[in-house]
């Protein structure tokens, strides 16, 4: 099923595409076409199809795609027919929001770590979770075989956390510090900087 | 200067360079070279003389580029020369990071006015400004004359309040809620999504 030549561009739209497929299935759909998810999308129909038969035959000229079966095979592709482990790195704003976020249920990941350097916040609880101590961040990733963390620790701490992080076998970050970090090869990054969003869109604007 | 026939994906890599100008000047550094800014961002230094070429010739064959006049242009180009106002309606922990966010300030943008429909949260302070009710979204965005808004409502609220917005005159919309929603031509929206992220790297992990 899977296959490693696929390009980085396909497959960050397959988490777009199982993202409309659950919304659609919790509309109560069923059964929906390339068509109206391009047109949900603003992507064409062609693309979609074109994305999809890289890993499968999910549909049939004629009756589109059953809505269950097309997620379900994405959740397998994208490997998140279970639910991942993370750890949250800084626990300021953005910490504490994504300790909290409701968004990742029912779409593979749960928060089960929370980290800070702050003996202020250390010993207290975030969404459910005790928040401990960076010096600790190590040993309990270990323990917990967490694999996948999101960071959001000053930019002047960013890639001393991440270092820490892959020593203790991390090998997905999801940066909130706007600031690039470097991990060795086998480790994934993931940026999110809402000012890189936002000035993409003040080109546009006069 | 500008030049709309830029494609989108090198506008989208200008604001990565901008940044890493911001952080190669803050920690003292007066001059640059395609090469290094290359290497920070694991972008070759032949794509990033080619998109800068787009814009204007910034440096000097054999000496480089000045840091402080290249961001200078890429501010301009960008139109982050200036500061813009923003709103951001909906005051969960979202919401609540995003009005805090202290990395806005020196890149363009800066938080105003926050909306929300809770009546226990409006009227109550966060970072400086009092959550207004989101039934005066429109007249009070209009009387700012505010064209950049993040959106952080629950999905059933998204396409609503983004109606609103565009009626109200926003042009650009940073959408923090996991649905797509539809803006009339004229009107930008970017995306963030945590899980689109971590799917993208889940893919690689087995």
Redo the contacts between chains.
């Keep these: 099923m899977?296959d490693k030549t696929v390009p980085?561009i396909v497959?960050?739209r397959?988490?777009?595409y199982?993202?409309?497929l659950q919304?659609m299935f919790q509309e109560g759909r069923r059964v929906t076409s390339s068509q109206e998810l391009g047109e949900?999308?603003?992507i064409s129909a062609a693309q979609i199809r074109k994305d999809l038969s890289q890993f499968g035959e999910f549909g049939k000229q004629g009756t589109g795609y059953n809505i269950e079966f097309l997620a379900n095979q994405l959740r397998q592709?994208?490997?998140?027919e279970r639910v991942?482990d993370?750890a949250v790195v800084g626990i300021g704003?953005?910490g504490?929001?994504?300790a909290?976020?409701q968004?990742?249920s029912n779409?593979?990941?749960r928060v089960v770590l929370l980290f800070d350097n702050d003996p202020k916040k250390v010993g207290t609880n975030v969404g459910g979770f005790v928040i401990q101590d960076l010096s600790a961040l190590v040993a309990k990733i270990q323990e917990a075989k967490v694999?996948?963390a999101?960071l959001a620790v000053p930019?002047d701490q960013a890639q001393q956390v991440t270092d820490q992080l892959v020593q203790a076998g991390v090998?997905?970050i999801?940066n909130y510090a706007?600031?690039?970090i470097t991990v060795p090869t086998g480790v994934?990054v993931?940026?999110?900087?809402?000012?890189?969003?936002?000035?993409?869109?003040?080109?546009?604007?006069?």
Excluded: C, K, S
Excluded at 194 to 201: D, G
């Design positions: 899977e980085n497959v960050g397959l988490p777009l199982l993202r409309t919304l949900r999308l603003g592709i994208l490997h998140v991942w993370m704003d953005v504490h929001a994504l909290r976020y968004g990742f779409r593979g990941f694999l996948v999101m930019v090998r997905a999801l706007p600031i690039n994934r993931q940026y999110i900087d809402p000012v890189l969003h936002l000035q993409r869109m003040t080109y546009y604007l006069e």
